[in-house]
């Protein structure tokens, strides 16, 4: 019995072991510019710069000036595919091509927490901006 219980532990290692090199990690980055594309595109700006491709693991988002959306999918560091991202026209199609290329979702505790800091962050962005309007305001009553 212990034989066989050994037996079928290693076969499930094994192939767990072997699922996983076929299967790889899937990861991506998405390059885009966070004005020129985006501006055009208020849907694939809120999955971009909102809480959209946050939501998905592995996923790096670079902002560079001038450059359209594009999504690079890597299988284990490898490139294997480079994705047009203004070709999806609604968030729906967003978040399905990202499952459909093999991305998962974080946990929704992690989500809670992207959610949280980016609150935090557009708080901060209103607070900056009143007092820059304050500042300007006081120096035009000074005049």
Request: glycine share 6%; charged share 30%; proline share 1%.
């Amino acid at each position: 019995m212990t034989f066989r219980r050994n037996l079928v532990t290693i076969l499930f290692v094994f192939s767990l072991s072997f699922l996983s090199a076929v299967a790889g990690v899937i990861s991506g980055k998405i390059e885009t510019c966070a004005e020129c594309s985006l501006a055009r595109l208020p849907h694939l700006k809120a999955f971009i710069v909102g809480l959209g491709a946050e939501m998905y693991r592995n996923v790096e988002i670079e902002f560079i000036y001038g450059t359209a959306a594009v999504l690079t999918v890597f299988d284990d560091g490898v490139e294997v595919e480079t994705i047009m991202l203004a070709d999806y026209e609604t968030r729906g199609e967003l978040d399905a091509l990202f499952k459909e290329k093999g991305f998962k979702l974080k946990t929704a505790s992690e989500i809670s927490e992207i959610s949280n800091r980016k609150a935090e962050e557009e708080h901060q962005k209103i607070l900056q901006q009143m007092k820059e309007r304050r500042e300007k305001a006081n120096k035009s009553d000074e005049l």
